[in-house]
């Protein structure tokens, strides 16, 4: 079976950086209203290629916040492919040290030649053209 599991997660805004790191397996995210946790999953949602819609926004897409892109490093037994996202584009550059997994320039974009989706099947073993 082929497996990943987010290893970090990390947002810049107003060019401070916030960083989450995470453990193979369950990871639980807890506390009060208002701390951040629906915040976190935005941030893994769209740095995936979530695309906010009118009826479907994204908190960290809203420039007033000062979010300039999110970063992640999925972790496989032996290898890592690291993915980052500008805020308010599709452009997702992935560095990765992945033997089937080439790094480079992806899309969010369902119509693009290099979508950020082929990576993810690749992750867990599908490398047919889909």
């Not at 629906?38 to 916040?65: A, H």
């Amino acid at each position: 079976m082929f497996m990943f599991y987010i290893k970090w997660i990390k947002i810049t805004a107003n060019q401070k950086e916030s960083r989450i790191d995470f453990a193979p397996g369950l990871n639980i995210i807890y506390g009060p209203s208002n701390t951040g946790k629906s915040l976190i999953m935005d941030c893994i949602d769209y740095v995936f290629g979530f695309t906010p819609k009118i009826n479907r926004p994204s908190k960290i897409v809203d420039n007033s916040n000062g979010y300039t892109h999110v970063e992640l490093e999925l972790k496989t037994d032996k290898e890592s492919v690291s993915l980052k996202r500008e805020i308010g584009t599709t452009k997702v550059s992935v560095i990765s040290h992945h033997s089937e997994i080439e790094s480079g320039s992806y899309s969010s974009d369902r119509n693009a030649k290099k979508n950020i989706n082929d990576i993810f099947l690749k992750l867990i073993g599908i490398n047919d053209v889909h």
